[in-house]
């Protein structure tokens, strides 16, 4: 049960981060705690598989977000 | 156990929103990233490899860290102190080659009974918080 209490603290930390965010990279940060609620719950399966396929769609998912923030702040919304 | 890392990172995830400085919310990243590899650690022993997962959210953290410090630089004409912020990241390596040596630890015994022997600071400081809360 506390498992789940943390998954759902995880998700909720995270959307509180982007919601109370006043920078894109603020945001990626919020994203980044709801990446971490992603590999918990992959965790909670007990399967390794599903926890590396889980930790490296987090990473390929954040370095999409920093390229998408490269690319904004040429035009200044940094 | 799961209670002393739920609230450790109910703290740090405060920490990030009350943070007005973006480069040390990248750095409660960090430390939420590590503790949440050491709840998957504890969750279960057999996933051992979560040492990965920690090497993992470190590169994240990494990155996420260069960008924000990129961003700070071209934002403003404003000096900015990076100071604390190495020292944080230094203790965040520390705390990481802890739970690294830990874990190779338990990965050659397999479970024997002197692996508590083994453990570095940071499990010292995670059993102790763990009693703590019960």
């Known amino acids: 049960m506390i498992e789940l209490a943390f998954l759902v603290l995880l998700l909720a930390g995270g959307v509180a981060a982007v919601a109370t965010a006043n920078s894109l990279v603020r945001a990626i940060i919020g994203a980044e705690v709801a990446i971490m609620a992603g590999i918990w719950g992959a965790a909670l399966s007990r399967d390794l598989s599903l926890l590396a396929v889980a930790a490296v769609v987090g990473v390929a998912e954040t370095v999409l977000m920093v390229a998408a923030v490269y690319r904004l702040a040429k035009e200044g919304h940094v | ?10 703290l740090l995830i405060l920490a990030i929103i009350r943070t007005r400085d973006n480069v040390l919310a990248a750095v409660s990243l960090t430390f939420l990233g590590v503790t949440v590899a050491g ?28 960008i924000v410090a990129a961003a700070s630089l071209s934002e403003g004409k404003r000096t900015v ?42 499990a010292l400081l995670v059993r102790r918080g763990g009693s703590a809360v019960p």
Request: glycine content about 10%; some cysteine; hydrophobic content about 60%.
């Open chain 2, 81 to 122: 102190e990076m100071r604390p912020v190495a020292l944080a990241s230094l203790g965040a390596l520390a705390s990481a080659a802890a739970s690294g040596r830990r874990a190779e630890g338990c990965g050659d015994l397999g479970g024997s009974p002197p692996r508590a022997a083994l453990g570095g600071p940071a």
């Open chain 2, 39 to 66: 709840a998957v650690w504890l969750l279960d022993p057999e996933l051992s490899a979560a040492f990965i997962l920690i090497a993992l959210v470190y590169v994240v953290a990494a990155l996420t860290l260069v």
């Open chain 2, 1 to 10: 156990m799961v209670w002393a890392i739920s609230a450790i990172a109910l």
